[in-house]
């Protein structure tokens, strides 16, 4: 495959991150440019905002479509912003490009479409423009290299991909699960493609938006997307996102970027692993709760004690076993093994504050 190119913009500095700020959706003319104006009084200098928004029920705000693009243009003629904005079918982009927005992204539902990203390709095939790629909805590596490959099939080159986390099914602190390992595994087959965090998507919540941004950092992406909305609460997508242009400007400069060297770099890609081992973790044990719950409600309902001191012993042997296996410290294993038991066992008896 040919090579990327970097995505620069005139009179941006060239130091990371980029960042694309804006909201969720352009929802009026106003709050889009009134977003716009306060953002680029803070020093953001390129503007997102998506148009056409892929909702996961008809019904809800599915954006302004075209008409929002003549907005767009006044963002760019009374900032001197960048526009960037949300692209999915080719009608999309041929009014993107016809209404002089000057990078689109790929939203995540279709990043996981073939039929969707080919359209799109083929809509983009001979325009010069900077494209985005969305991490597609499901962990699924290789359709989001797949997809990588067709924009860059029709010949695109300043490409880049964004990291907005993975669909799951269990409870999870965040919106959408990092799974750090994916991007970085992307990073690893494609050396030199741009990565732009979207701390936004990842976390669903305005209080996460700036730890997940020093994450971003710390791996070494080029960039960030982020949500911004001049009235965060009355936003009609992604509300509970979106930060205003001033907090924005404060998570910006209390990020720390420190220039990556091979050591850094390292420590960082093995502080995210143990990262996302500690969410599954935490997510393991939640779940190994809520079984204890339900084998109490079924002691209960079968008038059983709810020590059953054989099965923990044979459980202890077996764990201990396993650890030893595993070259792990004895006094660790039973420390740990304890702690899970007793409050198992609380749970079971269904202690006030249990659940
Ligand atoms: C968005 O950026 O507003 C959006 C719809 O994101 P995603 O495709 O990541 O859900
Ligand atoms: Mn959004």
Redesign the pocket.
């Known amino acids: 495959m040919k090579k990327f190119e970097p995505i620069r913009f005139e009179g941006v500095g060239g130091r990371r991150p980029l960042i694309i700020a804006g909201p969720?959706s352009a929802e009026t003319e106003e709050q889009t440019l009134s977003t716009a104006h306060r953002l680029s009084a803070c020093g953001f200098r390129i503007f997102r905002a998506?148009l056409w928004?892929?909702r996961t029920k008809p019904g809800c705000f599915e954006g302004v479509g075209e008409q929002g693009i003549g907005w767009l243009a006044r963002v760019k003629r009374e900032t001197g912003m960048y526009v960037a904005t949300?692209v999915a079918t080719r009608e999309h982009v041929a009014a993107a490009l016809a209404g002089g927005i000057d990078l689109v992204w790929i939203?995540?539902?279709t990043t996981a479409n073939p039929f969707a990203i080919q359209e799109v390709a083929d809509a983009l095939e001979g325009h010069d423009i900077p494209v985005l790629i969305?991490n597609p909805v499901s962990p699924d590596l290789e359709l989001w290299i797949g997809a990588v490959e067709r924009i860059c099939n029709a010949g695109i080159r300043r490409i880049g991909v964004i990291h907005?986390g993975f669909t799951s099914v269990d409870k999870s602190l965040y919106r959408n699960p990092p799974m750090w390992s994916i991007p970085i595994e992307l990073h690893r087959r494609m050396p030199g493609l741009p990565i732009f965090g979207?701390p936004s998507?990842i976390g669903g919540r305005r209080d996460l938006v700036a730890a997940l941004s020093q994450e971003a950092m710390d791996i070494g992406y080029d960039g960030l997307i982020i949500e911004s909305h001049c009235s965060p609460d009355e936003a009609w997508s992604?509300k509970d996102q979106q930060v205003t242009p001033e907090v924005l400007r404060g998570i910006c400069e209390g990020l720390q970027i420190r220039e990556s060297n091979d050591l850094t770099e390292d420590l960082s890609r093995m502080r995210s692993e143990i990262d996302e081992l500690d969410d599954r973790l935490m997510e393991l044990l939640s779940q190994r709760m809520e079984v204890s719950r339900r084998i109490g409600d079924y002691k209960k309902r079968h008038d059983m004690a709810i020590l059953q001191s054989d099965r923990y012993r044979e459980l202890l042997a077996r764990r201990m076993a396993q650890g030893e296996t595993l070259g792990m410290d004895p006094k660790f294993v039973l420390a740990v093994l304890s702690a899970i038991h007793e409050e198992s066992v609380r749970q079971q008896m269904d202690e006030p504050g249990c659940r």
């Open positions: 969720c998506g928004k892929p949300e939203g995540a539902r969305k907005r979207d998507h992604d």
